[in-house]
């Protein structure tokens, strides 16, 4: 096997949840006073966990969003799910050609575990990830670009950081995997080949990526 590891984001790898997410987090920001595109949320935000936020806000404007803000965008993001949310087109065959030929996987992601939980049960991609193989930014002291959550999976799963290989969609999450010494995936639907430098390697399609990673 090529890789003895596969460790995917969530967010825009696992569950086409990027739109829906920067949109709502766009909308929540400018309501509160700090002006926000969608194109703006992606650019600050995507691929990154909550606490980027408020220290880009605070960084940027020298105040402090409300103490519920995570509280108040997960309500709004969870009940949009339930009504939008699908699994990234492919990815089902993905996880079924690792399970034919027995490569662990695992998903590390900036998201809380609720927020990866309501995601999968949604999209029933749970019956793929049972709590052994679920790892969030919350497990570790520092999110992307850091390379804490990756390094912290592979360690949970027994595999040395040479061995495994991170699929991802997001800048921050390129950086977190080079750091971590591990070979990274850029997938390029909602992000350009040219923001994602350093990865080993790009796919456009979900139905390029299994004959990556075996």
Same mark, same amino acid.
């Not at 003895?4 to 909308?27: C, K, M, Q």
């Not at 194109?39 to 409300?66: C, F, K, N, Q």
């Given at each position: 096997?090529?890789?003895?590891?596969?460790?995917?984001?969530?967010?825009?790898?696992?569950?086409?949840?990027?739109?829906?997410?920067?949109?709502?987090?766009?909308?929540? *920001? %400018? =309501?509160?006073?700090? #002006?926000?595109?969608?194109?703006? !949320?992606?650019?600050?935000?995507?691929?990154?966990?909550? @606490? &980027?936020?408020?220290?880009?806000?605070?960084?940027?404007?020298?105040?402090?969003?409300?103490?519920?803000?995570?509280?108040?965008?997960?309500?709004?993001?969870?009940?949009?799910?339930?009504?939008?949310?699908?699994?990234?087109?492919?990815?089902?065959?993905?996880?079924?050609? *690792? %399970? =034919?030929?027995?490569? #662990?996987?695992?998903?590390?992601? !900036?998201?809380?575990?609720?927020?990866?939980?309501?995601? @999968? &049960?949604?999209?029933?991609?749970?019956?793929?990830?049972?709590?052994?193989?679920?790892?969030?930014?919350?497990?570790?002291?520092?999110?992307?670009?850091?390379?804490?959550?990756?390094?912290?999976?592979?360690?949970?799963?027994?595999?040395?950081?040479?061995?495994?290989?991170?699929?991802?969609?997001?800048?921050?999450?390129?950086?977190?995997?080079?750091?971590?010494?591990?070979?990274?995936?850029?997938?390029?639907?909602?992000?350009?080949?040219?923001?994602?430098?350093?990865?080993?390697?790009?796919?456009?399609?979900?139905?390029?990526?299994?004959?990556?990673?075996?």
């Amino acid at each position: 096997m090529r890789y003895d590891l596969v460790i995917f984001d969530n967010d825009g790898v696992l569950v086409d949840s990027e739109p829906t997410s920067n949109r709502l987090l766009a909308a929540y *920001l %400018t =309501e509160l006073g700090h #002006p926000t595109s969608y194109e703006d !949320s992606l650019r600050d935000y995507m691929g990154a966990a909550l @606490h &980027r936020v408020h220290d880009l806000i605070a960084e940027r404007t020298g105040r402090r969003l409300p103490q519920d803000f995570d509280d108040v965008f997960h309500e709004r993001v969870f009940s949009a799910f339930q009504r939008e949310l699908k699994p990234v087109d492919g990815i089902v065959s993905v996880l079924e050609k *690792l %399970t =034919e030929y027995e490569v #662990p996987y695992c998903v590390a992601s !900036s998201g809380s575990h609720e927020r990866i939980r309501v995601g @999968h &049960r949604t999209t029933g991609l749970d019956r793929w990830f049972d709590a052994g193989r679920i790892f969030s930014s919350e497990d570790v002291g520092r999110g992307k670009p850091a390379p804490d959550l990756f390094l912290y999976a592979a360690e949970r799963m027994g595999i040395t950081p040479e061995r495994c290989v991170v699929v991802e969609d997001s800048p921050l999450g390129v950086r977190a995997a080079l750091a971590a010494g591990m070979d990274v995936y850029g997938f390029t639907a909602m992000t350009p080949a040219a923001k994602l430098a350093g990865a080993t390697g790009f796919f456009a399609a979900t139905g390029e990526l299994a004959g990556l990673l075996v």
